[in-house]
Structures are given as structure tokens and as C-alpha cells.
């Protein structure tokens, strides 16, 4: 990624669409490594020509670094007005995923914030996308459910149902691995060793985290 920037930057210039495909994708690393500053700076004035020239890929992790670092920091206001913006993104280029992940991130920071019955009507509308995108055979709308399946186990925690995580997580877990998703899998896996741990089975949770 970083070669690509320095390509792109020394060719068409570092405020060009080019540039912005590999930052977007850079910045989610930098978020992952705790660089919260870098991946921000990355991408605050660069959401407009993701939004407009970008793949679904570069504007997906654009709005996810965006939205969490937004939530980290307590201003829900503006996490809630990205996901809205990627979610009419989402619609409006029919990119079944952009919306899934949208959804996604709606039901986990409603669960954080203890908004139960608006973390029920987000899963419903995250249902009907699933059934409206349906994928018999592995691709990329087998995203969309597990995005759904996901949601689903982040409302069992909140209900104080973690079997019924861990027995939706452990399947979830499962199919990252044989479809050497090992980057969703490793998210798949913290939220199951949470899940083992609110179960009160402190063994298998460490064993999951260890994984």
C-alpha cells in the first residue's frame, strides 16, 4: 500500500483518486496497529472523492475506520451521521455490503449504548437484506450474512443470552476458517472468547483468545 501511494503521489498527486484507493486501505491497518491519529488524518478529507471514484472495498473500510475511531471518542452524533451517509451510499450504488456493514455497526453501538428495542429494529432491516441478497455459493454477498449472523450474536450478549452467541459465533468461526477468511475470523474469534467469558466458561475464553 505504501508503494502505491508513492507511485500515485509522484504521478497524479497526493489529493488525486488514485492516491486515496491504497490510503483507504492503508488507514485500516493503522487503525488496527492503534495509529487511531494517522488512520484519521488519512482519511478525514478524503471520504468526498472515495465516496465519488472509489470500489466498494476502499469506501467499506474508509467508513468503518471512520465510524469506530468516531464511536472511541464518544461522538456517536457524527458515527451515526457517517453510517447513515455510507447506508444511502450504499442504496443508492446498490452495494448490498456497504449497507450490511452500515447495519452491522448500527446494532453493535446501539447494543453498547443499551438502545435494545433500536438494536432489534436495525437486525430486522440487516434480516431483510440478507434474504434479499441470497448466496447459495460462497462470493461476496455470502459477506451480508455473515455481517447479519454477526449482528445477531452482538444482540444475544445484550440480552444476557451468550450461549446463544457463542453456538452463532462458533458456526461464524467455523467458516472463516474453511474459507480462509482468517481477517474476519480473527474479529469472529474476540467476540467469542467475549461470548465464552459472559458464559462464565473462563477456559474457552482464553482458549479462543489465544487462537
Given at each position: 500500500?505504501?508503494d502505491a501511494?508513492a507511485?500515485?503521489?509522484?504521478h497524479v498527486g497526493?489529493?488525486?483518486?488514485?492516491?486515496?484507493?491504497?490510503?483507504s486501505?492503508?488507514a485500516?491497518?493503522r487503525?488496527?496497529?492503534?495509529?487511531?491519529?494517522?488512520?484519521?488524518?488519512m482519511?478525514?478529507d478524503r471520504?468526498?472523492?472515495?465516496?465519488?471514484?472509489?470500489?466498494?472495498d476502499?469506501?467499506?473500510?474508509?467508513?468503518?475506520?471512520?465510524?469506530?475511531?468516531?464511536?472511541?471518542r464518544?461522538?456517536h452524533?457524527?458515527?451515526?451521521?457517517?453510517?447513515e451517509?455510507?447506508e444511502?451510499?450504499g442504496?443508492?450504488?446498490?452495494?448490498?455490503?456497504?449497507?450490511?456493514?452500515?447495519?452491522?455497526?448500527r446494532?453493535?453501538?446501539?447494543?453498547?449504548?443499551?438502545?435494545?428495542?433500536?438494536?432489534a429494529?436495525?437486525?430486522?432491516?440487516?434480516?431483510?437484506?440478507?434474504?434479499?441478497?441470497?448466496a447459495?455459493k460462497?462470493?461476496?454477498?455470502?459477506d451480508i450474512?455473515?455481517?447479519g449472523?454477526?449482528?445477531r450474536?452482538?444482540?444475544?450478549?445484550s440480552?444476557?443470552?451468550?450461549q446463544?452467541?457463542?453456538s452463532?459465533?462458533?458456526?461464524l468461526?467455523?467458516?472463516?476458517d474453511d474459507?480462509?477468511?482468517?481477517?474476519f475470523?480473527?474479529?469472529?474469534g474476540t467476540?467469542?472468547?467475549?461470548?465464552?467469558?459472559?458464559?462464565?466458561?473462563?477456559a474457552?475464553?482464553?482458549?479462543?483468545?489465544r487462537?
Amino acid at each position: 500500500f505504501l508503494d502505491a501511494v508513492a507511485l500515485a503521489e509522484q504521478h497524479v498527486g497526493p489529493n488525486s483518486a488514485a492516491t486515496a484507493l491504497p490510503v483507504s486501505l492503508l488507514a485500516q491497518i493503522r487503525y488496527e496497529q492503534g495509529r487511531t491519529d494517522e488512520a484519521e488524518g488519512m482519511l478525514f478529507d478524503r471520504l468526498p472523492i472515495l465516496s465519488a471514484t472509489a470500489m466498494l472495498d476502499c469506501v467499506l473500510s474508509a467508513y468503518v475506520v471512520l465510524v469506530r475511531l468516531a464511536a472511541c471518542r464518544t461522538n456517536h452524533s457524527r458515527a451515526y451521521a457517517l453510517l447513515e451517509q455510507a447506508e444511502n451510499l450504499g442504496l443508492t450504488r446498490h452495494w448490498g455490503r456497504l449497507v450490511a456493514v452500515a447495519l452491522l455497526e448500527r446494532v453493535r453501538l446501539s447494543c453498547l449504548e443499551g438502545r435494545f428495542s433500536q438494536s432489534a429494529a436495525y437486525l430486522d432491516r440487516l434480516d431483510r437484506l440478507v434474504a434479499d441478497h441470497p448466496a447459495p455459493k460462497s462470493c461476496a454477498w455470502s459477506d451480508i450474512r455473515r455481517y447479519g449472523l454477526l449482528a445477531r450474536a452482538h444482540v444475544s450478549l445484550s440480552q444476557d443470552d451468550p450461549q446463544s452467541a457463542i453456538s452463532i459465533l462458533k458456526a461464524l468461526h467455523q467458516e472463516a476458517d474453511d474459507g480462509h477468511s482468517y481477517y474476519f475470523g480473527l474479529r469472529v474469534g474476540t467476540h467469542l472468547a467475549a461470548a465464552y467469558f459472559h458464559a462464565g466458561e473462563r477456559a474457552h475464553a482464553l482458549a479462543a483468545l489465544r487462537k
